[in-house]
């Protein structure tokens, strides 16, 4: 078990350390390709994309995943329980999308441009969730090359797609360069599924039996989607009102529109994806714990538990800190070595330390998924939210910029990890 926990790790590491360069490529072609303006526009809209991509999933692929990882079902038909139910959401979702879609834009984003990108989004979640469901069933399994070689090609897929078709789309207009950037994750994610399905075992066989739905099989996936999908819910609400509110109350305090969309691209564009650098080390880690704990809380070996947990920590504070240290030390160089730009110095001094405790976040809240106990997620999640949320909306009255939302994203980040830390150690007392 410890052998292939370690093996697990490395792969995910090595793995995550490729997607996230080409993640880093990703937002380095695109941001210089639309610019400052045209990036600010795409945040704009990509809380609302997080949110129905949360909703569209529904918890189901961290259900399939320690499911399989118990290893005491017929999992093909576990997975063909799943699938109808996902594809139910998502019909329900396209159609919500499409009805509020306008008042969206123009009511809440206070910004028509949005419009056409947000419509995208409907068309795109379907492929998200039927992609991240089947990654799930390799994950359970512990079989982490197809997880992460699927990661890596539908990267590189996308990024070929920005350098090919954004500079032909552009001439259109930013909106229909935004628009291009969404609609581009449909070939992605495809390319991601179809490798996928090539990295079933061969000797497969589907009876039609496997085909139908098993109710007690659906019970025991919502019963462990559900809680997952109202705390991430709850996540994903906070992040897609923080530019509604912070838009509106900026707007209110005299602040342009210009201003708004253009610095908020710099934090969460720039700055958010530099200080949160270290991150996929921290989410390998965290994913290679999963099927582990899963299994030895399960079998009541807190022990064993308490000492991965332990591990996953230490190395993910092992990484942070010096990435952390460099961050303070040299921001311009990293903001201009890596985007061509030195906006935003003076946020990435306040939030690189903070990060490092979303570094230890990870891994705690992995683990309490892992011992089944997602409604201590949510309730980290909300409380979370609940405070970015109305500190958000006080400190933005204060006439103190984009700093109101830097402090609120500090205290959510504080709070969450001390609640987790807390439940973590009752449970494995």
Not at 234 to 258: A, D, K, Q, R
């Amino acid at each position: 078990m410890k052998e292939k926990f370690i093996k697990s790790t490395i792969i995910l590491l090595i793995g995550g350390f490729i997607t996230k360069i080409l993640g880093m490529l990703i937002k380095i072609i695109m941001s210089r390709l639309i610019g400052t303006e045209g990036l600010g526009l795409y945040m704009l809209i990509l809380p609302t994309f997080s949110l129905f991509i949360g909703l569209s999933q529904f918890g189901l692929p961290t259900a399939l995943s320690k499911l399989v990882s118990e290893d005491t079902k017929n999992n093909v038909k576990l997975f063909f329980s799943i699938i109808p139910i996902s594809l139910l959401i998502n019909s329900i979702l396209i159609v919500i999308i499409f009805l509020i879609a306008p008042f969206l834009a123009n009511n809440l984003l206070h910004n028509k441009d949005t419009y056409l990108s947000i419509l995208a989004i409907a068309l795109v979640i379907p492929f998200t969730s039927i992609s991240s469901i089947c990654r799930s069933y390799f994950f359970g399994k512990e079989k982490m090359f197809p997880h992460i070689f699927s990661n890596i090609l539908e990267d590189i897929v996308r990024l070929l797609l920005m350098i090919i078709g954004i500079p032909l789309v552009l001439p259109l207009g930013l909106k229909y360069a935004v628009l291009y950037i969404v609609l581009s994750n449909i070939i992605s994610e495809l390319s991601s599924i179809i490798i996928l399905i090539l990295f079933l075992p061969k000797n497969l066989t589907i009876k039609k039996k496997d085909l139908h739905p098993s109710p007690k099989y659906i019970k025991e996936s919502l019963s462990i989607g559900i809680p997952n999908t109202t705390g991430r819910l709850i996540g994903s609400i906070g992040y897609f009102l923080e530019p509604i509110i912070l838009t509106s109350v900026l707007l209110s305090c005299g602040y342009s529109n210009n201003y708004i969309t253009n610095e908020y691209g710099i934090l969460s564009g720039y700055v958010m994806p530099l200080v949160l650098l270290p991150s996929f080390f921290t989410l390998a880690i965290s994913q290679a714990l999963l099927p582990v704990v899963s299994k030895e809380y399960a079998k009541g070996n807190k022990k064993v538990v308490k000492r991965k947990i332990k591990q996953a920590i230490m190395i993910s504070l092992l990484i942070g800190i010096p990435v952390t240290a460099s961050f303070l030390i040299m921001p311009k160089f990293f903001l201009k070595t890596i985007y061509h730009t030195t906006e935003g110095v003076g946020y990435v001094r306040v939030l690189a330390p903070i990060c490092l405790f979303q570094y230890v976040q990870s891994p705690l809240s992995f683990s309490l998924d892992a011992m089944g106990k997602s409604k201590d997620n949510f309730t980290a999640t909300t409380i979370g939210v609940v405070i970015r949320t109305l500190f958000l909306f006080i400190l933005s009255l204060l006439r103190i910029g984009l700093w109101g939302l830097i402090i609120a994203i500090s205290l959510n980040v504080l709070a969450v990890t001390f609640y987790s830390l807390k439940k973590v150690r009752n449970y494995l007392a």
